[in-house]
C-alpha cells in the first residue's frame, strides 16, 4: 500500500467520524428530554392507576343494577314451545273432548307468555331510584379516588424535586469544604495552621459524604415511587418546577375552605349511600304490600278440546298475611344499615372539618417557616462570608469558619425541605377542602 493512499484512507475515516460525531451531536440538541410537569405526571397517572380503572368498573356495574330495577316494573315476554308425550291409557276409548285430549299420547302447544305486574308495593319505584343513588356514589368515590391519587402524585414529584435540590447543595457545601481542606494544606506547609485542625476538618468532610449518600439513596426511592405512579421511570432532570400560585389563599380564613369542603365527593358519596339505605328500607316494606299481576298467554299452536280458544288472561292478587317474622327482621336490618349510614355520613362531615383545620394549620406554619428560613439563609451566607474574610486575617481559627459552613449547609437544606413541604400541604390543602378541580380530568 502506497502511502498516498493509506494518507487518503486516514483523512476519509477521520472525515466520515467528524461528520457523524456532528450529526449525532445535532440529534441530540434537536430531541431534548421533555420535561414532565406535576399537572403532566398526574395525567398519566389516571392512565395508569388500576384502582382508579376497578372503581370505574363499579360505575359500569351500576347499569345492571338500573336493568334488574326496570325488570321489576316491566314484567316480561316468553315465547314457550311445549311438546308433551305420555303413555297411552289402556283400555281408553276413542271418544273426543276432554278426556281424549288429556289422554293423548301427544300433545303440542306453542304461545308467547306475558307477565305483568301492576303493584308491587312500591319495590320497583324504590329499586329503580336505589339504583340511581348507587350509581351517583360510585361516581362520587371515583372522583373522590382521582383527588387522593393527585396527592400522592404531588407527595412524590415534591419529594424528588426536593431530594435532587438537596443533594445538590450537599455537594455545594462539600466542595467548599475541599476548597478549606486546600487552604489549610498550604497554611500547615507554611506553619501557620495546625495538624489537628485538617484532621478535624476531614472527619467533618466524610460525614458529610455519608449524608451525601443517604440524600441519593432517598433521591432514587422517591423516583421509584413517583415512576410507580405514572407507570414510566422518571428522574429529577426530567421533571419541571412550576410553581403553582401556593400563596393565592394565604388571607383566606379557614372557614372559607370548610365551608368549601362540604361539597368534597366523599361527602356527597356518603348522601347518596343515605339515599340508597333508604330504598333499602322500601324494598323491604313493600313485603307487606299485596302483590297484583296479570298473566297472559297468546296461543300460536294448540291440539285438543282447547284449539279454538287463541288467548286467556290470569289477574292475581297475593296478601300477604304472616310470613314466620322474615318480613320484619328483613325491615329491621334495613333500617339498621340506614341508621348506620346517617351515622357515618355524620363522622365522615366531622372527619373532613378536621382534616381541613389540620391542612391549613400545616400550611401556614409552613409557610411562615419558608419566609423565616430564607431570612436565615441569607444570614448565614452573610456569616459565612464574613468567617471566612476573618480567618484569613488570622482574627477566627479554622474551626470557626468550619461551624459558619456547616451551618450554611443545615439552613440550606431546612430551607429547601420547608419550601417543598410548603408545596405539598397547599396541594394537601386543596384535596381536603375538596377544591381540586378534576372536571377537566376524564
Known sequence: MTCKSLTFKIFVMVTAITFFGESFACAENEAPIKKLSLDECYQLAL???????????????????????????????????????????????????????????????????????????????????????????????????????????????????????????????????????????????????????????????????????????????????????????????????????????????VTYFINTARRRADLLA???????????VMIAQSDLWPKITMEGNHYEKREGFQSGIDWDLLFKINIPIFQGGEVAGNIKAAMSDWKKAKLQKSRLSREAELEVREAYENWKVSVQKNKSLREALASAEENFRLQKDEYSHNLVNNLDVLDALESLNDTKRNTNSVYYDMKSRFQALKVASGGFETGKVS
Open 270 to 280: 356518603q348522601e347518596d349511600a343515605v339515599k340508597t339505605s333508604w330504598r333499602n
Open 47 to 253: 392512565k395508569q392507576s388500576e384502582t382508579l380503572a376497578i372503581q370505574y368498573e363499579d360505575i359500569e356495574r351500576t347499569k345492571a343494577d338500573f336493568l334488574k330495577a326496570a325488570s321489576q316494573a316491566l314484567g316480561g315476554v316468553d315465547f314457550v314451545i311445549s311438546n308433551t308425550r305420555q303413555e297411552v291409557q289402556k283400555n281408553s276409548s276413542s271418544e273426543s273432548g276432554v278426556s281424549s285430549t288429556l289422554t293423548a299420547a301427544s300433545r303440542r302447544e306453542r304461545k308467547f307468555a306475558f307477565n305483568q305486574p301492576i303493584f308491587q308495593g312500591f319495590k320497583s319505584l324504590a329499586a329503580f331510584q336505589g339504583a340511581g343513588s348507587l350509581k351517583g356514589q360510585r361516581r362520587e368515590e371515583w372522583i373522590r379516588a382521582k383527588e387522593l391519587l393527585f396527592l400522592d402524585v404531588s407527595n412524590a414529584y415534591y419529594s424528588v424535586l426536593r431530594s435532587f435540590r438537596d443533594v445538590q447543595i450537599i455537594e455545594e457545601i462539600h466542595n467548599l469544604f475541599d476548597g478549606r481542606l486546600r487552604e489549610l494544606k498550604e497554611r500547615e506547609n507554611i506553619g501557620r495552621s495546625r495538624p489537628s485542625e485538617s484532621v478535624m476538618s476531614i472527619s467533618r468532610e466524610k460525614l458529610l459524604e455519608a449524608e451525601l449518600a443517604e440524600a441519593k439513596g432517598n433521591l432514587k426511592v422517591f423516583e421509584y415511587t413517583l415512576g410507580f405512579l405514572i407507570g414510566s421511570a422518571v428522574t429529577a432532570e426530567s421533571l419541571t418546577d412550576d410553581d403553582h400560585d401556593i400563596l393565592g389563599n394565604v388571607e383566606q380564613e
